[in-house]
């Protein structure tokens, strides 16, 4: 398949935190280009919804933070469709507000759920792809795996390390089949900031209203653009926000830790504010 695009048809993919925002889109927009798709999450109530969406999704209950269910899910999908040819590491989870507010609890679960969950469901996935010398892991990192600033500081770290991840694991894997692609989304309506607003990360009553930005279907085409072209790619959603990664130079970059430093607690409450309004009448 080397210099020529790849089929989505008949291409077993796993998608991660389908059930919602990005994740949904991603599983919808895939499986209506003819790949079954094993579609995740915890609830399964969401999923019994989604599987009646197309006849190409196939739903499994999974919490990516638990060892056993992970396990499981990838043990499952290999015996029922035989192989896995794309792993979309999509679930994250997050918690608006500032460092010094956290708990260990808090920091805990994010790095769970967002960092080992995910590298480990790669890892175990990672064989089946290697015997078979083919096979795609796409990891949905963000823009704030480029630039960090409250009141995202402790996801962004998490965002920073699977994109590190990431790197890492594409020069492991370059020469054996695997291609290994990030996709890093700016502000997309989602109910993300909703469900960043509370004690539990990830956690909120109800279903809070999706926030402003781009729609959750960009992201989804970012990654089939990845998943179908013939070499690896990293790509930001929209493009334009690539851009952000000139902060890494060094004047850009202290100039950067002037601004925000002198603006820090405020943009840190503002997130706080704008995550509990997102949330909803029922957040506590």
Request: with cysteine.
């Amino acid at each position: 398949m080397k210099g020529s695009s790849r089929r989505l048809e008949g291409r077993v993919v796993v998608v991660t935190g389908a059930t919602a925002g990005i994740g949904r889109a991603i599983a919808l927009r895939l499986a209506d280009r003819g790949a079954t798709v094993v579609a995740c999450a915890r609830s399964a109530g969401p999923l019994a919804g989604l599987a009646q969406q197309s006849a190409h999704i196939v739903t499994r209950r999974c919490d990516i933070s638990a060892d056993d269910e992970r396990a499981a899910l990838i043990e499952a999908t290999i015996a029922e469709q035989g192989r896995i040819d794309v792993l979309v590491n999509n679930v994250g989870i997050g918690w608006t507000g500032l460092v010094e507010d956290m708990t260990a609890d808090q920091i805990r679960r994010l790095t769970e759920v967002n960092v080992v969950g995910l590298i480990d469901l790669t890892r175990l996935a990672l064989p089946q792809m290697l015997a078979r010398g083919d096979g795609d892991v796409v990891i949905v990192s963000s823009a704030a795996s480029w630039f960090a600033t409250p009141p995202l500081t402790v996801y962004s770290a998490t965002k920073y390390a699977v994109t590190g991840f990431a790197e890492g694991l594409r020069r492991e894997v370059l020469t054996r089949g695997v291609r290994v692609h990030t996709v890093h989304p700016g502000l997309v309506s989602t109910e993300f900031s909703g469900r960043s607003a509370g004690h539990q990360p990830g956690e909120a009553e109800g279903s809070p209203a999706p926030g402003p930005g781009f729609p959750p279907d960009w992201v989804a085409a970012a990654v089939e653009r990845s998943i179908t072209r013939p070499r690896r790619d990293t790509v930001a959603v929209p493009r334009l926000l690539g851009v952000t990664r000139v902060v890494k130079l060094p004047v850009i970059r202290q100039l950067a830790d002037v601004v925000v430093a002198s603006n820090a607690r405020r943009i840190g409450r503002l997130g706080q504010r704008m995550a509990r309004t997102a949330a909803g009448p029922t957040e506590r």
